[in-house]
């Protein structure tokens, strides 16, 4: 069983910069596959990023490619969201996961954490 816990979202101004962190207890995140999706509100969950095991593999949705980047550290039992250039289309509640392979489909997913939310300002 793996418990995930994200943090790191709150209010900014369109342009400006976020990092979301997601760590892991219950088991060591070296053998997962880890994701970003994020749902706005009366929206369906979208994938947002995901990083394979190695951090060799990585995979963006269109609409944040060159603004958003992931990454992690298994010593750490850390996976980050780094966002830059926020616009307010990127309000959301943004939640991590932890899978058995890399991809853009939710179903790949097995440990979902409760989500941070961040809100971006005009």
């Known amino acids: 069983q793996v418990q995930l816990v994200e943090s790191g979202g709150g209010l900014v101004q369109a342009g400006g910069s976020l990092r979301l962190s997601c760590t892991a207890s219950?088991?060591?995140?070296?053998?997962?596959?880890m994701g970003w999706f994020r749902q706005a509100p009366g929206k369906e969950r979208e994938f947002v990023a995901t990083i394979s095991w190695s951090s060799m593999t990585k995979l963006y949705a269109e609409s944040v490619k060159g603004r958003l980047t992931i990454s992690r550290d298994n010593a750490k039992n850390t996976v980050w969201l780094q966002m830059n250039s926020l616009k307010p289309e990127d309000t959301a509640d943004y939640y991590c996961?932890?899978?058995?392979?890399?991809?853009?489909?939710?179903?790949?997913?097995?440990?979902w954490g409760q989500g941070t939310q961040v809100t971006v300002s005009w």
């Open positions: 219950g088991r060591t995140l070296g053998s997962y596959a």
């Open positions: 996961a932890a899978g058995r392979a890399v991809g853009r489909s939710a179903s790949l997913y097995d440990y």
